[in-house]
Each structure stands twice: as C-alpha cells, then as structure tokens.
C-alpha cells in the first residue's frame, strides 16, 4: 500500500484511456514517465533545540512534482507516518488537483515526520522555522507556494512567512504571497478555512441531484474524520439539511440515526477529547439513540454518502466490498485505494474522487495568493461566489465524461486533469 505506487498505477490507467487522443503525438509515452515521478525532491534532517535543552532531529521533505501549468503548489503534512513515498504521492495528486479547477498551479507537497502533539508551542514554533528556512530558496510565489495540510493551520503558516522573510528572501518576493492559508491578521483570505469542506458540499449537492434524491433530509451522511476538513463539511451539509449520522476522529467515532449536530459534536470532543462520547442533538449532548462505533465500523455504515476525511488507504480490497454507501465523496486525499476501486466500480458506488471532491482547499488558497498580490482583499461572499461556479464546473466535466467514456469518477476526473497537464508540457515543448 505505497500511495506511490498507486498514483503511478492511477496514472497509468488514465493514460491508457488517452492514448487513442494521442495516437499522433509521438511525445506523449515519454511526456506521461516524467509525470510518474517529482520533477525535484528535497530531503533533510531538521535540528531543533527542544524545552529541556536537547536537540531533537526531524525528517523533512518536500516534493515538487510538476509546474508546466505554473508555480508548484500543495501543503505541509506534520505527521508521525509521513514517507517519501506518500509525499510524492500527495505532490502528484496536486497537479491533478489544480488542473482539475484549472488554477494556473503545478504540484508539490512538504511533510515532516513528527507528532506535533508531543511538542509544545515554542517547539512546534522552532521546527515550523526550521523547515521554512531550509526551504527557503525553493519556494516563493512564483516558484512553489506551500499551504496548511495534516497537522498544520495558519497560525504553523504566520511562522513560516515570517521566517521566509527573515532569511533574506527579499521583500519583493512578497513573502505573503508565498504561503496560503495565512491567518485572517497576516494576509490570509476570507472563507479559506472552511474552503475544503465547502467546496465538497457544493460538490456534494450536484451529486444528490444526478443520484435523484428528492429531499436533503433523506439523504444520510458518514464523515470519517473531524479535523478541518470533516467539521466544516459536516457543518455546511447539516445547515443545507442533509442528515450527518456519524462522525469519528483516530480514537473512534460516533453513530446516531435520527443525525447529529455538527457544532455541538465539535464542542463536546473538545470537552471530552474525543468524540466517541458525544451523541449531541442541537439542544444537547446526551442522547439515548446512538452509539460509539469504530472507525472501521463507521466506513461500512447503511448510508447515502460516505465521506472518508481524514488520510489514506482506509479503503482497501479488505473492506470495500463491505462499503454500503450509495457513493463516496473523498475529502482525504487517496482514501481509497486502486484494488478497492475497481471492487466499488461492481458494487456501483458511485466515486467521486480527492482531486475534485477536496479541490475547495487549494481553489481558495489560489484566491487567497491572487489578493496577496494585488494588496486586494475581498469578502468571504466574493471568495464563496467565485469558488461554487468552478467546483459545479469541475464535477459537470467529470460528470460528462463519465457518462461518455462509461469509466468511474476517479478516471473521468483524472482524463480532463492529466489531458491538461499533458497539454501544458507538449506546448512547452518538453518531451
Ligand atoms: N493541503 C490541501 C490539499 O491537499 C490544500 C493545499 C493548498 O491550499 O495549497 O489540497
């Protein structure tokens, strides 16, 4: 289960598909091995001094995979099981990404092997510096814009452009342009926080209207996952009347039938510290029905739309022909892995794929880089209003050339993608 490996198999599949467009191209086998691996990867062991006086090492990387579409772009993942091979993985899937709402950005992705829960603010503080500085030459706004991902916010971005500019990058760099995800006070744009699990449910409601569903409260909704990204998608779907019935973070998770408060769940795991011991309706958070569930238990829940939000390969050719879901919406990047997706294609569960279903996140971080350079900034309507039409737009295209080439959503999704990218490299001429 290398992330790697699948993004190559991924890859290879789609470009199976392309082949016939591009019988008369004699560069695209060539143009499609280069695409199979980072363009640079940058490794390091980063020294930092922690509280007790000690020096502790970290590995670092940072994968930049493809930028003929424009600047390398994609997050910083701070987590204990970070590899190469999942940071190459997680760069490949952001070139995908990018062109999927065709923001003029190529991919890359950062990672540090660390559990930032072991370590206290200053120490989190002196390792964010830490990697910001000995990334510094490699990145800026016109070459790679880093963002927030796993274990990292914005607070972890304010460090690091601040120590971008103290390297002596020069100011013309514009060091705010160079990081997305930025707090409010420090550049950052309206609506970026909660961009990912938007963007997901503007995708989600063009889902339930072509599965035909008729009412949103009929319509019942697992969420694997319950940081950034499962919060404000749960959050947003409960508004729009959708029923969210469970929920989990890594110590377990929770099912209630009659649907759960998302805002009340949030608070009560904050209390409680997980949120396995929360069953909260809008008025309160003891509620007979419901039960704590497992992980696992959660991914094969008897419900509409299962959304895994958390990290890879929790689908797998163990579990997915368990999967009861009409569909996935994949809020992780590659939650689901090759073997288990061609299982789901029998069962027909209708996919609809990271690179377009999370696609919200980095949309919005382009928006957030677009006003660090104008000195511009806009308000959370304009940033929503300008978001919806290219995630609508994106699943349209996905939606289409499903139906056309009769392939799942993953495919369909990576064939306009990848097509763009090819594109961006014949025109430069490369091969
Ligand atoms: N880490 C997010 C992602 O995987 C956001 C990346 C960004 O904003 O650059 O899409």
Redesign the pocket.
């Known amino acids: 289960m290398n992330p790697h490996d699948n993004a190559i198999k991924q890859l290879e599949q789609v470009a199976q598909l392309l082949t016939q467009q591009y019988q008369d191209e004699p560069r695209f086998s060539s143009i499609i091995d280069q695409l199979k691996k980072p363009q640079q990867f940058h490794q390091t062991e980063l020294a930092v001094k922690l509280d007790n006086g000690k020096t502790k090492k970290f590995a670092a990387y940072r994968a930049q995979h493809n930028n003929a579409r424009g600047p390398y ?3 910083i ?1 701070f987590h204990p099981q970070v590899t190469v091979e999942e940071v190459k993985a ?1 760069a490949t ?2 070139t995908w ?1 990018c062109a999927v709402t065709g923001i003029p950005y190529g991919g890359g ?1 950062g990672g540090i092997v660390v559990d930032p829960s072991q370590l206290s603010q200053t120490e989190l503080e002196r390792l964010s510096r830490a990697y910001a500085r000995w990334l510094a030459a490699e990145i800026g706004p016109w070459q790679d ?5 796993v274990n990292t916010n914005s607070q972890i971005m304010a460090w690091m452009v601040d120590e971008y500019q103290q390297v002596g990058q020069s100011v013309s760099e514009n060091p705010l342009a160079t990081f ?2 930025k707090p409010l006070a420090l550049g950052g744009s309206q609506g970026r926080e909660e961009a ?1 699990g938007l963007g997901g449910v503007f995708v989600l409601e063009k889902l339930v209207k072509k599965l035909g569903y008729k009412r949103k409260k009929d319509v019942t909704i697992a969420i694997q996952g319950f940081g950034n990204v499962g919060y404000w998608f749960a959050k947003h779907a409960d508004q729009l009347g959708y029923k969210v019935v469970a929920v989990s973070d890594s110590k377990g998770g929770v099912y209630v039938p009659t649907g759960l408060d998302p805002v009340k769940t949030l608070q009560c795991k904050q209390n409680k510290g997980k949120v396995s011991d929360c069953r909260c309706s809008r008025d309160h958070c003891d509620l007979e029905n419901g039960q704590a569930v497992s992980n696992q238990q959660l991914l094969e829940l008897e419900v509409d739309i299962l959304v895994p939000a958390a990290l890879e390969n929790v689908i797998t050719k163990t579990n997915a022909a368990k999967i009861k879901a009409k569909a996935i919406l994949e809020l992780a ?1 590659g939650p689901v892995t090759p073997e288990a997706d061609q299982i789901l294609a029998k069962q027909e569960v209708v996919l609809i794929p990271d690179v377009l279903a ?2 919200g ?2 949309t ?2 382009y928006f957030e880089w677009v006003q660090n350079l104008q000195g511009y900034y806009w308000s959370r309507d304009e940033v929503v209003s300008k978001l919806k039409p290219l995630m609508e737009q994106a699943f349209e295209t996905m939606w289409e050339l499903k139906d056309k080439h009769q392939v799942d959503g993953r495919l369909a999704t990576y064939m306009s993608a990848v097509q763009r990218v090819v594109d961006a490299m014949l025109l430069r001429g490369w091969s």
């Open positions: 772009k994609g997050g993942r997680l899937w952001m990404k992705k814009v880093p963002a927030p991902d997305t995800g990912t990047n999370n696609a996140g980095v919005t971080s």
